[in-house]
C-alpha cells in the first residue's frame, strides 16, 4: 500500500501533514515529488509553480511562479495548508530532507519521485544523507532513471510509466500505453526493479514482468472494485490517495 502525496485525500498533498496521517494508516510505502529551488533544495512539491497549492498569488499579487525561480528563502515564506483546508493553515513546503526523516522514523520507506532536476542532484543529496539503500526513486523520465543506475546500481529505481522519455533521450514513438512486452525492453534498460504504471495492465502484462525478475505497481487507485481486480491480476502494489481505503480489499 503506497500513500500518493502522503495521505492526500485528507491533508494537503506533499505535506507533512500528508505524511503523518499515511504513517497513522499504515503506508508500506509513502510516495512525494521534487523538484529544485532557484538555490538547489530539493523540496517535495508536484507542480513546476506555486500557484495551485500554496497562497502566493495572494501573497506576491502575481501568477506563473515558478520553483526554479525562487530561492528557499522565499518559498519558506508560503502557506501550502491553507487551499485545502483552513486547519492546514500554516503549513510549508518541506524539504524532501525533512520528508525522508519523517517517513523513515514512521517505519515507511520513502518513495521520491523525481519531477525535475539533474541527476547529480538527486545523487550527492542521497550519498549526503546515506539514503542509497532506505529509499526508492521514481520518474517518467527513463533516461534520469539510467543514469541513476550508472552511477549507483545499488540506488532502487522505479520506472513510471508510459514514459515521458526513453534511455538515451529519445521519445517513445509507436508504442501503446498499454503495459507490454516492448515497454518492458525498454524499461530494462533503465536498471529499475520497479514497474510504475497507470491501470492499463494486463494479467499477462503483470506475469511477463514478474517473468524479468520485476515488481508491478499501479497509480492512482481510489476504487475498492478496481483495487481488487488489479491485485487479482498479480500487481505487487497500489497506489492511491486514500490508503485507508484500500486497506480495506480483500481478494475473494
Do not use: C
Not at 512486452?181 to 495492465?201: E, K, Y
Not at 520485476?214 to 492512482?220: A, F, G, M, P
Not at 476504487?223 to 480483500?250: C, E, F, M, Q, Y
Amino acid at each position: 500500500m503506497i500513500a500518493h502525496r502522503g495521505f492526500s485525500a485528507l491533508a494537503p498533498e506533499n505535506t507533512m501533514p500528508a505524511f503523518e496521517l499515511a504513517l497513522q494508516a499504515g503506508a508500506d510505502l509513502v510516495e512525494f515529488d521534487a523538484r529544485a529551488t532557484s538555490d538547489g533544495v530539493l523540496l517535495a512539491i508536484h507542480d513546476h509553480e506555486l500557484d495551485r497549492t500554496t497562497d502566493v498569488v495572494r501573497r506576491w499579487r502575481r501568477r506563473h511562479n515558478r520553483i526554479d525561480a525562487k530561492s528557499i528563502a522565499e518559498i519558506e515564506s508560503l502557506d501550502a495548508g491553507t487551499w485545502f483546508e483552513r486547519k492546514f493553515a500554516g503549513t510549508k513546503i518541506p524539504s524532501i530532507s525533512e520528508a525522508v526523516r519523517l517517513i523513515r522514523n514512521g517505519g515507511s520507506i520513502p518513495l521520491i519521485e523525481r519531477k525535475a532536476g539533474d541527476s547529480a542532484s538527486y545523487l550527492s543529496f542521497l550519498r549526503q544523507s546515506n539514503l542509497i539503500d532506505t529509499v526508492i526513486v521514481q520518474s517518467f523520465d527513463w533516461n534520469f532513471l539510467s543514469e541513476l543506475h550508472h552511477s549507483e546500481p545499488a540506488l532502487t529505481l522505479g520506472a513510471l510509466g508510459p514514459a515521458r522519455l526513453l534511455p538515451g533521450g529519445r521519445r517513445p514513438l509507436g508504442i501503446s500505453r498499454k503495459l507490454n512486452a516492448a515497454w518492458l525492453n525498454q524499461l530494462q534498460r533503465t536498471g529499475a526493479r520497479v514497474v510504475v504504471w497507470n491501470r492499463q495492465v494486463s494479467k499477462g502484462a503483470v506475469r511477463l514482468a514478474h517473468e524479468r525478475g520485476l515488481k508491478v505497481w499501479v497509480y492512482t487507485i481510489n476504487d475498492l472494485k478496481l483495487g481488487r481486480h488489479l491485485l487479482a491480476a498479480g500487481v505487487d502494489g497500489l497506489i492511491t490517495n486514500d490508503p485507508i481505503l484500500l486497506s480495506r480489499i480483500t481478494i475473494l
